[in-house]
């Protein structure tokens, strides 16, 4: 074992002795975060708008810091652009992510030095907890890539502005830069195409063990490496022992990963955005992820089925149930009040507090009342594979209102095959009975003869990718939406249907 290796094994017992303080103290622990919040943010410009001096409980929050977006956050952001300090936060920010907004353009969320520690201290123990779990230390000593934007920045009123990943570069730890991949030019290169080829030009040759980054784009470097060289990722890198994502389900990828890998590979995931690191799986024995408590975020939770009505309640932790759908509602030490990030979760553990991220309050499909949500047209889907022969590189669903006529509406399913299920009839037959059983809102339209069963619309090979980039959002942190109430995706793919 390597000088590295036991000094990793040593510092991952030591993180994960601290991280079992606060976990086995979760309420106290949120507590405590929450009251620091106020007294820090006390003085400031949104404090003295919401009279931060007069909240002691969570209740006086709630009456007087409404749930907010972008749009309501938006000029405080404004205030802080024109030079104006203690405006969110006490200071000012050090940076702006910027992130793809729908109804406000760019939007620039504000980070500051205490929460890009945290964001930092995060995924750095996402690893160590993997280390402390199993002992595995092998990986320490090959080379890790992390599939990342450009770290190269620029400027909004005086303060650096980028993306979350390419933020997040500045702050690889030194003992890890020379084990780290791609280099430093590579990862500035704007292009998403040029920049894997040139990835695959600098790693294939190297002892990989690590890869991170979302599936979606992982999977085009994977596919890329075979064309290249004819070999399974795992011929290429025979060490190849940890994959770590974020940013999408793993499950709709995993059987083409396994196919691509030619063999199975430890994974962790994460839930980091440009708002806060909320959540690593902590464990290899389970698909959850532990909440971060005690990271400078104090959680809210909304019922996702009572989000939109009048009188929906914020509950904290401490009134959380399993099983149920959840819109995320976080206050920050970046200065972000009773945000809604637009993530549902649901809790699957409330000892530790574990979640899975279940799809977007905004991106759902109900133009009928089924109030259909990613995490059931995931999981529908993830059936459909694991009984047949299919593949299935990328997918959307979208409500077909306007069917022809004499026929009734419909779900219908945009679908890239790497391989077409041999029975594409039992495939469909499996995710609509997936649906119906999940859903009983979908079940109910189905017996109620209000919907037809669902329709697959094959996308050919290549064509999300061909999608997503005539949108501008090839590579990088964006993602297929996996579903939506309306028809802009579906109209999007026309061009790429098979």
Known sequence: MSLKAI????????????????????????????????????????????????????????????????????????????????????????????????????????????????????????????????????????????????????????????????????????????????????????????????????????????????????????????????????????????????????????????????????????????????????????????????SGIFYEFVKADEFFSDDRKRLTLAEVELDVDYAMIISTDAGLWAYNIGDTIRFISKNPFKIVVSGRIKHFISAFGEHVIAKEVEEALKLAVSNSDAVVNEFTVAPQTSPKEGELPYHEWFIEFENMPTDLEKFLLDIDCSMQKQNSYYFDLIEGKILQPIKITQIKMGGFKAYMKTIGKLGGQNKVQRLANDRKVAEGLQPFRK
């Open 7 to 294: 000094a990793a094994k040593w510092f991952a017992r030591s993180i994960a002795k601290k991280t079992s303080k606060w976990v086995n103290d979760p309420i106290i622990t949120q507590t405590r975060v929450f009251e620091n919040l106020i007294e820090r943010a006390r003085f400031t410009q949104f404090g003295k708008d919401h009279d931060f001096q007069d909240i002691t409980t969570h209740q006086d929050f709630v009456g007087k810091v409404p749930i907010r977006d972008y749009e309501d956050l938006k000029p405080y952001v404004e205030q802080i652009i024109a030079g104006n300090t203690d405006v969110l936060w006490p200071g000012k920010p050090i940076y702006f992510a910027k992130t793809s907004g729908t109804t406000s353009g760019a939007k620039y969320i504000p980070i500051t030095k205490e929460s890009i520690k945290h964001q930092v201290n995060a995924s750095r123990n996402a690893i160590l907890n993997y280390i402390d779990e199993t002992g595995n230390t092998a990986f320490v000593d090959g080379k890790m890539i992390f599939l990342q934007g450009s770290p190269v920045l620029e400027e909004k009123g005086g303060i650096k502005l980028g993306r979350l990943s390419g933020i997040s570069a500045h702050y690889v730890p030194g003992y890890l830069q020379k084990n780290r991949l791609p280099s430093w030019e590579t990862n500035c290169i704007e292009d998403w195409e040029t920049k894997v080829d040139k990835i695959i030009e600098e790693t294939e040759s190297q002892n990989m063990t690590v890869i991170a980054g979302i599936p979606s784009w992982v999977q085009m470097y994977f596919e890329k490496l075979q064309e290249k060289t004819g070999k399974k990722v795992g011929d290429i890198f025979k060490n190849f022992q940890l994959f770590i994502y974020g940013g999408v389900n793993y499950e709709p990828y995993r059987s083409k990963f396994e196919k691509l890998i030619g063999k199975s590979v430890d994974s962790i995931e994460l839930f980091p955005a440009s708002e806060g690191f909320f959540a690593y799986q902590n464990s290899q024995k389970d698909p959850g992820m532990l909440l971060l408590l005690n």
